[in-house]
């Protein structure tokens, strides 16, 4: 009889231990709601950071100033935060860009200097455009290659249409879309064969024609939609590389084809700063029963900057701190550190967070899990266990917290594959370390607002942005409580179709400590 007493008791106090533990959890999960509902920081912190500091391109001032942002608002909210350097890069500061057709009539033009383009040296620098000729080989090039000399040369194709497809197909009849879908594949084969010809390669050929005398490089990088183009790097190092809209690169190069030989100015105002120092922001709130585990919020903090970066990754940062914010007032205890990275240079090749795996080896190895975010302004509707093979338990636990609301829509797949690219949680999973991306819908990310001159505060919807804070808050309070250690346990990947190999789990890439030189 007492045996059965004891095994009672023992029921009921595992009972009440639950229904406590549900109590605490449905608790938390209201507080982080209504806190993120009526006293969000998101707008507030949007115009800071994008409007006030603007893009973050690695090696900028702006970069470093937007690392000390971070970290006194995160004092402010009494979460202790640091800069933590991994490397260097070419300091590089954009200016004023000026360019304006002057013959055969005035018109100023859409463009911007690319990113570590060398500067006109205070000069506005006028002068005749051509375009790379079709010419029958590399041998026909070289022999051209003299007549660019006091030129500004134009190498990008000109797009026979600046309506993006989805224009076309609602409005154009079924014959006129073909038609122009089968003309531009035509034209751009075409192009890309008189590139090929000249023996150079989109990146050293930029180079070959500042050597041969060019003043400057025009380009155009239409990213498929109304007045958009991507905005990356120069490879120029003493003329400078413009990017034009479509529109107007249209205009310019009709101009040059039927023999107007129409004329640009250009001024383009930017400093060289010799290296400097590069940094990841860290910020963390410590444990209280098990400080050496770690929950990891992640989102790079650098951009191009074509634009001012907003959803490229100004959301994810957002979102990253208000889950911040959210947890420091609600949860300000948790059992295990909670962490977020910053991390810099992830546009060119996941430097920031590879060199803080590298760096932190005593982390990486006690990580609980890492919720990563980069992809855009849109609500989290996708999550995928990297490969993990028991992913799906503890996510899914975790996960079932989640109102309704904002957990529904997203599509879970397990065990999933590892991811070796594409944003932060990569160099997580190669460390075998649980990382996961929770990943947005579209926006027209990948058209109107990823690496491109239209990346600005207008385009970010507060709502989502709101939810995925909500949503990361949760999932951290989760798996800062969950009682067991996560798995990391990987699943037997499938053949690769392409060399009937075993499916290999990726490996760790070094980061590039010293960036931006030959």
Do not use: C
């Amino acid at each position: 009889m007492r045996r059965h007493t004891t095994i009672l008791a023992l029921a009921l106090l595992l009972a009440g231990n639950a229904t406590f533990s549900q109590t605490t959890d449905s608790l938390i999960v209201k507080s982080i709601v209504d806190e993120a509902t009526n006293n969000s920081r998101l707008q507030k912190l949007a115009h800071e950071l994008l409007d006030g500091i603007g893009p973050r391109l690695v090696g900028t001032p702006q970069m470093k100033q937007a690392n000390d942002w971070a970290i006194a608002k995160y004092q402010s909210w009494g979460i202790t935060a640091r800069s933590e350097q991994w490397g260097e890069w070419r300091g590089w500061e954009r200016g004023i860009t000026h360019i304006d057709m002057v013959y055969p009539r005035v018109k100023s033009l859409e463009g911007m200097q690319l990113a570590w383009s060398p500067s006109t040296a205070g000069k506005t620098i006028t002068a005749e455009l051509v375009i790379i000729p079709d010419l029958a080989d590399s041998v026909a090039f070289q022999q051209w290659l003299p007549a660019v000399k006091g030129k500004f040369v134009m190498i990008s194709m000109a797009q026979p249409t600046g309506r993006p497809d989805y224009n076309w197909d609602e409005f154009g009849t079924k014959e006129s879309v073909e038609k122009m879908k089968k003309e531009r594949t035509a034209q751009t084969d075409a192009w890309r064969n008189r590139i090929s010809k000249t023996g150079y390669t989109a990146r050293t050929l930029p180079p070959a024609l500042e050597k041969a005398g060019a003043v400057g490089v025009v380009m155009s990088n239409w990213s498929n939609g109304f007045g958009v183009n991507k905005i990356f790097g120069a490879y120029t190092t003493k003329v400078p590389t413009i990017d034009i809209a479509l529109e107007d690169y249209g205009l310019l190069y009709r101009l040059v084809e039927d023999g107007s030989k129409p004329k640009i100015s250009v001024r383009a105002d930017s400093k060289e700063l010799g290296m400097v120092p590069t940094f990841n922001t860290i910020a963390e709130i410590k444990g209280t029963e098990k400080p050496d585990e770690y929950v990891i919020l992640s989102a790079h903090f650098d951009s191009w900057d074509g634009g001012t970066g907003a959803t490229d990754n100004g959301t994810g940062t957002l979102t990253m701190m208000e889950a911040m914010r959210l947890l420091k007032k609600v949860y300000p205890h948790p059992k295990r550190t909670i962490l977020v990275g910053h991390w810099g240079s992830e546009e060119q090749g996941l430097n920031g967070s590879r060199a803080f795996v590298e760096d932190h080896p005593e982390i990486v190895k006690n990580i609980q899990v890492v919720f990563n975010q980069d992809n855009g302004t849109g609500r989290v509707v996708n999550l995928a266990g990297q490969g993990f093979l028991h992913a799906y338990e503890y996510l899914g636990r975790w996960l079932a917290k989640v109102p309704a609301d904002i957990r529904t829509p997203i599509e879970t797949r397990f065990p999933g594959s590892p991811g070796s690219g594409g944003s932060d949680f990569a160099s997580f999973v190669a460390a075998g370390a649980p990382a996961f991306s929770l990943s947005s819908t579209s926006w027209s990310y990948g058209t109107y607002t990823w690496h491109t001159n239209r990346d600005t505060y207008d385009k970010i919807v507060f709502d989502d942005v709101r939810s995925n804070a909500i949503l990361t808050a949760i999932l951290a309070y989760m798996a800062s409580e969950d009682p067991v250690k996560t798995s990391r346990e990987k699943s037997v990947l499938p053949v690769n179709p392409r060399t009937g190999e075993p499916g290999a789990w990726p490996t760790p890439t070094k980061a590039t400590r010293k960036g931006g030189v030959n």
